[in-house]
Nanobody, 124 residues
Framework: VQLQASGGGLVQAGGSLSLSCTAS????????LGWFRQAPGKEREFVTT???????YYADSVKGRFTISRDNAKNTVYLQMNSLRPEDTAVYYC???????????????????WGQGTQVTVSS
């Protein structure tokens, strides 16, 4: 599975951005799909995930501001980010997991496939 993320950019605080990540190579309809982010000098951290059954989980820091969704027909997962803050600045990575159990999906180790990352910069 190859993942290609897009949609990053520069936005002012309070603004919105939408990311997308399209998979190729095989269908990801049975995969859990997630977003992680990594700020300079920090560890890669969990943002959100959507399971194959469309259950969603969010980090507390983004709950109520970010929304994850998926379109299996397009083999794509989306991340709608609203009310952005400077602390949301990071490289955002999409990821896919075929095997992980639900309780592990907040860990980056649960994901076998990763996109290349897209930069999101929020100015104050």
């Amino acid at each position: 599975v190859q993942l290609q993320a897009s949609g990053g950019g520069l936005v002012q605080a309070g603004g919105s951005l939408s990311l997308s990540c399209t998979a190729s190579g095989r269908t990801v309809i049975t995969y859990h799909l997630g977003w992680f982010r990594q700020a300079p000098g920090k560890e890669r951290e969990f943002v959100t995930t959507i399971t194959r059954n469309r259950y969603t989980y969010y980090a507390d820091s983004v709950k109520g501001r970010f929304t994850i969704s998926r379109d299996n027909a397009k083999n794509t997962v989306y991340l709608q980010m609203n009310s952005l803050r400077p602390e949301d600045t990071a490289v955002y990575y999409c990821a896919a997991s075929a095997r992980a159990i639900l309780s592990s999906l907040r860990s980056k180790d649960a994901y076998e496939y990763w996109g290349q990352g897209t930069q999101v910069t929020v100015s104050s």
